[in-house]
């Protein structure tokens, strides 16, 4: 990219938001917030360090013991050696066609899971899956990290597909502010974790739209363990982590016990309300979930109970619940319970009430918007029928041919004798590092495709260096957003990096399919085309979008796709008539009871949502784990992203633990130290942060930090993964537990 040494300006996208470059000799110097973002992310900042930062994967290498002796007991502790692209395609693809040939495409692991960067073509995913599809498939994983367990539980209570419902049905934000009276945030609402959208968020307008609530009166109540949760101005109800479920059958208890329940909605909209109600008052086993009930398990007082539910079934209420509270053990139970208190109070399908999943988990959620998908870079079909519920990865490496359930399915997990991972870091995602790290060494192969030195790629055996988005051209849009970007080159690539579409090309090419991965094309032919039948879509639904030259010309283009309807509120048609328009459920109605998971036999999620203490959690804390951790996404960065480079700042690491005032002070921990922070699977280094805007015993511990040298037996930067559990949320889910883990702190 030689523009010369003049400096210039482009305009990019992200998954954390537009900004603008300055480039000056083929660097990125500067960058700036996009004009018309009423509240930028700062992540942008740490690019001009990052982007040529020392821990760059220059060149192809390939792990010693590997290349040697094809070891797999050194994954982590070896050196690597560098070879030229040619041998080193050459190798991948021999080992590649071996393990096929051998083993068959069921030993091949793709699930590849990760946010990657954002662009449409360039997307690491689909490439990755489009690759091992044009060599006879891979085995898949189903849903994410982030929601996995509702993805499983939630299409059972309304019939539909849980992401699809959160993204192209919810009420916007809008409709909240001009209808709710009252609005109930479990886990909070918080324009943090709104600064990042899966392809890109434009006007980050999160924070915007609480202050407009706020500022009209509406009462805004955060639910949980920390007052940060949710912007100033908003209430704390401060709850104990995992509890909620208890809170919410309390609640519905003082609903059906103060006749506030909504008998009409329950009649018509729901079935199963019958066989919970026994539950709820105890008849089935002896116990009313009363205030009086829930008041410790949560840590609230019964009187705070009361007064919500009253508030809750007699003003215009919105619950929303965050994302986090599904991932931890028996995550399905509050999910599940929310809908049926917001089934309860009666309100669901009217505008800016009910329920609503994920607002300000991820920026536009909220947003309301024509719907125009595309430009999606074609994975093909994938022979192999093999999909693993994600975060059941290491568990997958560790017991081949082992059954395991899920969703009322057994399964066998598949034998995997290789990884193939491209875009995404499971050293910082996946759960208890150290038990991965050992289920790590397991499969004869892994080849990770990376711009950084990860953990993950220090623990690979071919590593494949990859360009970022700075690097290549790329076309940047997503469903949530109304812009559309083209994305520019900005610099040359960085040391021998290529693009993940060339890396599998090379691959197809030496395994003879290459004219189906590429079917001839270059990137920038393939971007063509994917713009050009995004484009006719687009005219077809009478939205006009730009052709290609222009849009590269003018680097961005404000789409004009305001939703028609903008304050369709979810499930008002089928509110209105439950009969013409039935939910997909088996009874068409919200199910309280669902026959089907009771049908399941699971004793971890039975048939209608019930109060599971989990195996972690102040309500079990010992003497050795007193502190419950919950580990929330990270304000500097997207999970592990640019962190090499915002870890060099003097004092920046390890990371920040936030602990209330008494644990600190019965631990003689002052505010700045340097803490460990321990429990029977791990250790980590933190910097205590004392604040009483958390709950007494809960200690939060942000992810991102990237896990350190396997030889260490604390881990440096303060990664909260070496502490969590890897054990699904029930036999229904298998969704991610990061939440649910107890620990202790004390002063290094
Ligand atoms: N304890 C705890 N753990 C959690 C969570 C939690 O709440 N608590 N949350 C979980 C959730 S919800 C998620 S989504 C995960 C996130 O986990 P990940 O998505 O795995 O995290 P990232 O750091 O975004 O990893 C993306 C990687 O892709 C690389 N990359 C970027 N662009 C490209 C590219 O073009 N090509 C290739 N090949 N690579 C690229 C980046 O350098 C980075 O290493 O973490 C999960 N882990
Ligand atoms: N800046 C930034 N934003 C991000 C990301 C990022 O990496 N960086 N990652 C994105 C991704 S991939 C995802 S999936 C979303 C995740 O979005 P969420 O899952 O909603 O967010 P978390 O940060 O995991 O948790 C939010 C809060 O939930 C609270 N909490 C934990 N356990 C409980 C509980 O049992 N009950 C209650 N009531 N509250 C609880 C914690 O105090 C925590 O701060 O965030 C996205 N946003
Ligand atoms: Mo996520």
């Known amino acids: 990219m030689d523009e010369g040494s003049k400096r210039y300006t482009k305009v990019t996208t992200s998954h954390w938001g537009a900004f603008e470059v300055d480039i000056e000799n083929d ?435 071919i590593v494949f260096p990859t360009t970022t988005p700075y690097e290549r051209e790329d076309i940047g849009r997503s469903n949530l957003d109304d812009y559309l970007f083209h994305m520019p080159q900005c610099v040359s690539r960085v040391g021998d990096a290529r693009d993940d579409y060339d890396i599998f090309a090379g691959l197809a090419d030496r395994m003879d399919v290459a004219a189906t991965f590429t079917e001839g094309r270059s990137a920038s032919e393939w971007i063509d085309l994917l713009y050009q039948s995004y484009r006719m879509k687009a005219a077809e639904n009478g939205i006009d979008v730009p052709d290609l030259t222009t849009l590269r010309r003018d680097n961005w283009v404000r789409l004009p796709i305001t939703d028609d309807q903008p304050n369709r509120s979810l499930f008002a048609p089928f509110r209105e008539n439950p009969k013409t328009a039935p939910l997909g459920t088996p009874s068409g109605k919200i199910e309280v009871f669902s026959k089907t998971i009771a049908g399941f036999g699971y004793d971890d999620c039975i048939g209608h949502p019930v109060w599971l203490p989990p195996d972690e959690w102040l309500g079990a804390a010992t003497a050795k784990a007193p502190l419950h951790m919950v580990s929330p996404q990270p304000k500097d960065k997207l999970h592990s992203q640019l962190e090499s480079a915002l870890a060099d700042e003097p004092g920046a690491r390890p990371e920040t633990i936030v602990i209330h005032p008494r644990d600190a002070l019965t631990r003689g921990i002052a505010n700045g130290d340097l803490v460990k922070v321990f429990n029977k699977r791990g250790a980590c280094r933190a910097k205590a942060a004392i604040s009483n805007g958390i709950y007494p015993s809960v200690v939060a511990l942000p992810t991102g930090a990237w896990f350190s040298d396997p030889n260490a037996n604390i881990d440096l930067d303060g990664n909260p993964n070496v502490l969590t559990r890897d054990v699904g949320t029930s036999r229904l889910g298998q969704g991610c537990s990061a939440h649910t883990a107890l620990v202790e702190v004390v002063k290094l």
């Open 27 to 461: 660097r990125i110097v500067a960058t700036r917030p996009f004009a018309a973002d009423p509240r930028p992310s700062t992540i942008p900042g740490a690019l001009p360090k990052a982007l040529n930062h020392k821990t760059r994967v220059a060149r192809p290498a390939i792990r010693k013991g590997w290349l040697d002796k094809r070891d797999r007991t050194q994954r982590g502790a070896d050196s690597f050696v560098e070879l030229p692209w040619d041998e080193a395609l050459d190798i991948a693809a021999v080992e590649i066609s071996r393990v096929r040939e051998t083993h068959g495409n069921e030993a091949i692991y793709g699930g590849s899971y990760g946010w990657a960067s954002a662009g449409r073509f360039h997307h690491a995913q689909s490439q990755v899956h489009r690759f091992l599809n044009c060599i006879g498939g891979y085995v898949s994983s189903f849903g994410s990290y982030s929601t996995g367990c509702a993805q499983s539980i939630m299409p059972h209570v309304f019939g539909t597909d849980f992401m699809s419902m959160l993204y192209e049905h919810q009420d916007g934000w809008q409709t909240i502010h001009d209808h709710a009276e009252t609005l109930v945030m479990f886990g909070g609402i918080n324009p943090k974790n709104a600064q990042v959208s899966m392809g890109g968020i434009t006007e980050h307008d999160t924070g915007v739209w609480l202050d407009r609530c706020l500022a009209k009166g509406i009462a805004c109540i955060n639910v949980g363990p920390q007052r940060t949760d949710a912007p100033d101005g908003c209430a704390w109800l401060a709850i104990r982590p995992s509890s909620d479920t208890a809170l919410m059958l309390a609640l519905a208890f003082v609903l059906e016990t103060e006749d506030l329940a909504d008998k009409d909605f329950l009649d018509r909209c729901t079935t199963g309300y019958d066989k919970f109600r026994p539950y709820l008052l105890g008849e089935t086993d002896g116990q009313p979930k009363s205030p009086d009930w829930a008041a410790p398990l949560c840590g609230v007082n019964a009187d705070q109970i009361h007064d919500l539910a009253r508030r809750m079934a007699t003003t215009s209420t919105m619950i929303t619940v965050a994302w986090s509270i599904q991932r931890a053990q028996h995550g399905e139970q509050p999910y599940w319970m929310s809908a049926v208190l917001a089934a309860m109070i009666g309100q669901i399908g009217l505008p800016g009430c009910g329920i609503g999943y994920g607002f300000g988990a991820i920026g536009g959620v909220g947003k309301r918007f024509k719907s125009l998908r595309g430009m999606t870079f074609p994975q093909l079909h994938n022979p192999v029928d093999k999909v693993i519920p994600v975060a059941r990865m290491a568990d997958m490496l560790r017991n081949p041919g082992q059954p395991y359930d899920f969703n009322g399915k057994r399964e066998n997990y598949p034998d995997i004798r290789l990884v193939y991972w491209a875009g995404g870091n499971p050293f910082h995602h996946h759960q208890d590092l150290n038990e991965l790290h050992q289920a790590w060494q397991i499969p004869e192969t892994i080849i990770v495709n990376e711009p950084y030195w990860t953990a993950t790629t220090k623990r690979a055996d």
